[in-house]
């Protein structure tokens, strides 16, 4: 059923922008992203947002929907309500540049500091053998995205601004999938703990919440390295290890 | 005189999707100064998409398998237009590229013994496809991502070129401009290499997002590269039709490889009335033998019995639902149904086939655990493209290199599923080296002043123009000309007509108007875009129009059937002073010693 809805859409350059009104008509089906486009074609061509896919396969048009970070792709209009206006922000959390668009660069510059990939040695036949009840867990870590709606709304970031101390929801969730991978040798526990600040996080699970994949980013990723760490470095016996290892 | 940052490297990568990715990887590591420029940013390019798998004869799932039988699947698959060469080094080679992704890391589904696992697809004897669920793509960007990043190589995002630039008859550099501050940059390299994909955008209903303007194919064809088998664009058979919003939305081949099934609106198998001759030997006869096969498939024992008619070839399926559809057949929105809900378990289909589950959940509210999709043919890949030599995937200008979507020559007249990804990872690795080895012994040329001049004149002019057209209108216009006109199936008389209409295009995207200013200004990004659009129409439709015949993904309604004359033809197209110019050339000749795994279609 064809209806008008009031869309309030941020505009403007480096945070001075301000929410603009747009009236516009709304089909059965459609999204968050074709009620931007159709604003884009009609209205305003030069409104700014980020979209690839438009199926939550690559992540890129993330925006914060009446408040709530969320794929502009994956969100249907008529799970919203359609008689109030419905606001379409930026994400919060990292340097505005243009209407919806932000700047994600620090998540890059985050990702290169993690130690890469480091394989054990193949078996005798030149081969590489892992079962699947092995790798089940870290391919739930990489389903990731990499949409930023954790780190959007993680508050250690988004409210505490420490993006220099701690690395986010994301970057856990790819230490695990790199800790937990059945072939990898890399230490990467030191990073985690004093780069990556592992203890920042105080499991509030408002990343598991927002995560379009439905990756149990708490539980299962941050959670079981919070325990590495400490066993590495809290555990009363491996601590006397290192005193008498002189470490 | 206008202002520009300059930058120097070796080697210049354009696009950031596997093929992209895996040359910079290959170049670098051969020490080669090298660039990578892309439109979107890192890790979000076409590739990700990419659902099903990649396809290499590891004889993992099914020793039966090889390189040759990999081979001769490619070549039927395109009806024997493929340049053989390239279907042969991409036959033997996809498995070390396949098992050097793990090795970097990647995660794929594993076989009871602890291997790759692998599945079946259309077109392909063997399970073939190494695979994550349904986010292969996503697997393979990631590892590649995570590799280029620790390697000497400088990543530009959100960077798209506009132009190319010769010196002495060979590529030597590149106009961008940034979409974050619409600055300006000239790249100046040794070699170039395009891995920009296909053009899809130039379709209404497409599987392809905004990036898929077919810059490279235009940027190559202006700069004097020849293009190759432009009129066959495959239309894959399952995109979502409903609701309009998501129409063209891909819906993956692996749905039918779990046994999914085809069905019109009277609930008949109709696959099974379309089996073309030349695959009547390969495909089940009844639905008994077709049930029997995925029962064993999904037990995961070796099959004994012949495959669904669902998993033949995209072109073949795409067609016959296209025909139950005019034939008053079709689903309620114009399709067919897609099956899967009485096939496998809930827990079968959820595990194999996440993201469709979640994709038809959250944006049609259909459960397919319990209920059938309904399904179109989307335009979806482009098998026509740069033509490439096939070892070191050198374009026909010097310096200039091109793999993956954007080269042609592998698929011939159809593409098989999963022969993509692994296409991105050979052919990738080639141009990387190809490019490294070719800038080790070139020296640096020098982009005319006045071009990149003129060249950065013609971007800006839509901001000064005052009464142009909108971009998003001539956009929507071109769109629904070229699917009425150059679409799964065509005619002369629209062919034609669609010629005639792209000389007003070309005319319209010449005059456009801007408003706003440079910096993330996504209707001046359009209105670039555009341009390239209108060469890579252009080019499908004056090859579709000479080939007076159906093959592949090229369906012609007034010339329905194979003619002998035009199977051993490729159509070229050159620049003849900014004119396409057409000439078929006579198809490299299969040597003896792979004939003999080669079957006449």
């Not at chain 2, 190559?220 to 609701?243: C, I, K, N, S, Y």
């Amino acid at each position: 059923m064809s209806r008008i809805v009031n869309m309030k859409v941020f505009r403007g350059e480096k945070d001075s922008g301000q929410l603009h009104d747009y009236n516009v008509q709304i089909d059965d089906g459609m999204v968050v992203l074709d009620v931007i486009h159709r604003i884009q074609a009609t209205d305003a061509p030069d409104l700014a947002c980020r979209w690839n896919c438009k199926a939550g396969k690559c992540g890129s048009c993330s925006a914060e929907v009446n408040g709530k970070p969320s794929l502009m792709c994956m969100t249907r209009m008529d799970t919203l309500n359609n008689d109030k206006p419905i606001t379409v922000e930026p994400l919060k959390t990292f340097p505005h540049v243009r209407d919806l668009v932000t700047d994600v660069s620090w998540n890059f510059s985050v990702n290169k500091k993690i130690k890469p990939f480091k394989p054990r040695p193949k078996d005798a036949d030149g081969k590489q053998r892992m079962y699947q009840y092995e790798v089940d867990r870290v391919q739930e870590f990489r389903k990731c995205i990499e949409c930023y709606l954790c780190q959007d709304v993680c508050h250690v970031l988004r409210n505490h601004g420490k993006h220099e101390e701690f690395a986010g929801p994301r970057f856990m969730v790819r230490l695990a999938s790199l800790e937990m991978h059945p072939l990898d040798v890399e230490d990467r526990i030191p990073f985690i703990k004093e780069i990556g600040g592992v203890g920042f996080c105080n499991i509030t699970k408002c990343c598991t919440e927002v995560c379009p994949e439905h990756i149990h980013i708490t539980d299962n990723a941050i959670i079981p390295l919070k325990e590495r760490v400490a066993d590495r470095y809290y555990d009363p016996i491996q601590m006397l290890f290192r005193v008498l290892g002189g470490k | 005189m206008a202002q520009y940052t300059t930058h120097d490297f070796d080697v210049l990568v354009v696009g950031a999707g596997g093929a992209g990715l895996r040359a910079a990887i290959e170049s670098a590591d051969l020490g080669a100064k090298t660039a990578v420029v892309m439109k979107s940013l890192l890790g979000k390019a076409h590739t990700v998409m990419a659902e099903g798998g990649a396809a290499a004869a590891l004889r993992n799932a099914d020793d039966r398998d090889s390189w040759q039988t990999h081979f001769r699947d490619t070549m039927k698959g395109g009806k024997q237009l493929n340049y053989y060469r390239m279907a042969e080094l991409h036959a033997k080679e996809a498995p070390d590229r396949i098992q050097e992704l793990e090795d970097w890391g990647a995660v794929f589904d594993r076989t009871p013994d602890g291997l790759i696992n692998q599945r079946n697809f259309g077109g392909h004897t063997y399970p073939r496809l190494a695979h994550v669920g349904d986010r292969t793509g996503l697997e393979m960007i990631r590892t590649l991502q995570d590799k280029v990043v620790h390697m000497n190589a400088e990543i530009f995002m959100e960077v798209t070129i506009t132009h190319l630039f010769k010196s002495n008859g060979k590529a030597c550099g590149a106009l961008a401009y940034s979409r974050v501050t619409g600055e300006f940059h000239l790249f100046r390299a040794k070699a170039i290499v395009l891995a920009t994909g296909g053009g899809g955008k130039s379709f209404a209903i497409t599987s392809n997002s905004w990036e898929y303007s077919g810059d490279g194919q235009a940027l190559a064809w202006r700069a004097g590269a020849e293009l190759l088998d432009m009129e066959f664009v495959q239309f894959h058979p399952t995109g979502m039709v409903w609701p309009l919003s998501v129409r063209g939305t891909l819906v993956t081949e692996g749905v039918r490889g779990e046994g999914g099934v085809l069905l019109n609106k009277d609930g008949r198998r109709f696959m099974f009335d379309y089996i073309p001759d030349a695959f009547k030997n390969d495909v089940a006869a009844t639905e008994e033998e077709a049930n029997q096969w995925v029962a064993e498939v999904a037990s995961g024992k070796l099959a004994t019995v012949r495959r669904p008619p669902e998993l033949l070839t995209r072109d073949v399926v795409a067609r016959s639902i296209r025909a139950e559809v005019q034939a008053g057949r079709g689903s309620p929105h114009g399709g067919a149904f897609l099956d899967i809900a009485t096939r496998r378990t809930a827990d079968d289909i959820k595990r194999k086939l996440p993201s469709m589950y979640h994709q038809f959940k959250q944006l049609a509210n259909v459960d397919i655990t319990k209920e059938a999709m309904e399904v179109g043919p989307t335009c979806h890949y482009m098998m026509g493209g740069i033509k490439v030599e096939a070892e070191t995937a050198m374009t026909t200008l010097p310096g200039l290199f091109a793999a993956g979507e954007v080269a042609a020559g592998l698929h011939g007249a159809n593409r098989l599923g999963g022969n993509s990804l692994s296409d991105l990872l050979v052919f990738g690795r080639r141009a990387g080296w190809g490019a490294a080895e070719y800038a080790k012994k070139a020296s640096a040329g020098q982009p005319a002043q006045a071009e990149v001049d003129q060249a950065i004149t013609e971007n800006i002019a839509c901001f000064d123009l005052k009464d142009g057209e909108n971009p998003y209108t001539v956009h929507k216009e071109l769109q629904d000309m070229m699917q009425d006109n150059v679409g799964i199936v065509r005619t002369d008389e629209e062919l034609r007509g669609a010629l005639k209409a792209l000389d007003t295009f070309e005319a319209r995207v010449n005059k456009l108007t801007v408003s706003g200013a440079r910096a993330y200004n996504p209707g001046w990004n359009l209105a670039m875009d555009l341009r390239s659009m209108v060469v890579v129409s252009r080019a499908i439709a004056m090859a579709a129009l000479e080939r007076r015949e159906s093959r592949g993904g090229h369906s012609r309604i007034d010339f329905p059937d194979y003619d002998k004359s035009f199977s051993k033809i490729n159509h070229i197209l050159t620049n003849d002073n900014g004119k396409m110019v057409l000439r078929a050339d006579p198809l490299p000749a299969v040597p003896d010693e792979l004939k003999k795994f080669v079957e006449e279609a």
